[in-house]
């Protein structure tokens, strides 16, 4: 998965409130790009989040502001919520096919899965190799599962200067952005039901480096979209999922701000689906925005700070499209990444949070919400080294985490 290492970035943040006493840094990246966002603080979190393993936070009504009523689900492009997971079926025809029939153990509808640009139109422009973008979605029509393809990764001969390459960057031309969005999307008309376009803009390290730009993004985002609906009307285009940082610049942009800055830019008519990441860092998911500031210092460390995301869309007018979660998760607590440990997790707490929070979604945020997707089904290379293999519910070797029998056994 070396396509997929990104360059380590740290990112910096004074924790106030609870932990006020300790400061934390969290620095790395995923394939996903999870950002989580403290390091160094208690080596436990607080008491009243450890001890938060109980639905005791009262549940809000459910919000209905800005839903436009229908009674023909079909007009939304997702199941309210739909379930999903990430894996990586890019390289191992063989690991790919273990990988699918796990998800459909889960009962799952759907798997997210990244078709990096440079993997695709490989060494200049116009020199294509589809066979493993082929594989891929063979296998999933196979396993009878829906596919959401995340579009991202330049190809370095896009970049304005090629040397260093960057992990992500937006290329010098959004023309060729563009040219490989309706590539895709001709080629696999009808097979890929949705696409995720580009990874967490509003960090600098998934935007070649630079300050990120709402508005740059909704150009890059604006002629994607144009291209996709061209070549495929009926497929779903959802806008990257913001990463819920809790710092400023030069590191992030805030994911509200950032999404504000869209609207701002004229983004609401170049996507269908509202993309978010939620990681439910050391909160339990019923725990409000409100409370995490208080306990953390900032709303960004809960689950549920997809609502404040969602009040920016019917704020602006939009709020009768869905919402989709592309990266939902809690990490394990461990000692080899110490940058993550104060938002640590048993494997007990881990699978009983996953489950909580598809439930308070489907309880407390129809209709408008949309595909849930939790990372991850692991990559075959990863270990213990990698971060994003505390995050897994499935290991490389197959092997199984309380988190995925909780999440095949649960009502769907």
Known sequence: MSYLRSLALVLLLALTAACSNATATTEGNTPAGVSATA?????????????????????????????????????????????????????????????????????????????????IETNEKGQYDWWKPDKVVQQVEDADLKLLVRLDRQPFWSQ?????????????????????????????????????????????????????????????????????KAADPEAVVISAGL?????????????????????????????DVLGVNAPGYAAPPEMSPDE??????????????????????????????????????????QELHPTYTWHGVTEAQQADYLVRAYEFAREQWQPWIGLMTTIYIADYDWTEENEQWWWSIVLPDGSLREAYGALGEMEK
């Not at 009674?71 to 699918?100: K, M, N, T």
């Not at 696999?188 to 709402?214: C, F, H, K, S």
């Not at 509200?256 to 170049?270: P, R």
């Not at 500031?293 to 704020?315: A, L, N």
Request: aromatic share 12%.
């Open 39 to 119: 390091t160094e603080s208690p080596e436990t979190p607080p008491p009243s989040v450890t001890s938060a393993s109980t639905r005791d936070t009262p549940l809000p009504p459910t919000d209905t502001a800005g839903v436009t009523p229908t009674s023909e689900a079909e007009e939304r492009p997702f199941e309210s919520p739909g379930y999903g997971v990430q894996a990586f079926l890019w390289w191992r025809p063989d690991i790919a096919a273990r990988d699918l029939e796990l998800i459909d153990g889960l009962g799952f509808g759907w798997v997210k899965q990244t078709f990096a640009w440079r993997d």
């Open 160 to 228: 304005e200067e090629p040397y260093p390459p960057l992990e992500n960057a937006p290329p010098a031309d959004l023309q060729d952005f563009a040219d490989f969005c309706g590539d895709v999307a001709s080629r696999y008309q009808g097979r890929i039901a949705a696409y995720q376009v580009w990874n967490e803009p509003n960090l600098t390290r998934e935007w070649g480096m630079e300050v990120p730009d709402p508005g740059a993004y909704t150009e890059l985002l604006e002629v994607c979209y144009e291209a996709i």
């Open 243 to 271: 990463s819920p940082t809790g710092v400023g610049p030069p590191e992030a942009i805030e994911d509200t701000t950032f999404l504000q800055g869209m609207y701002d830019a004229g983004a609401a008519d170049y996507f």
């Open 292 to 333: 995490g500031e208080r306990q953390f210092g900032h709303r960004s460390f809960v689950f549920r700070r997809v609502e404040d995301m969602r009040d920016i869309m019917v704020q602006n007018g939009d709020g009768a499209k869905q919402v989709a979660i592309l990266e939902m998760g809690w990490m394990l607590k």
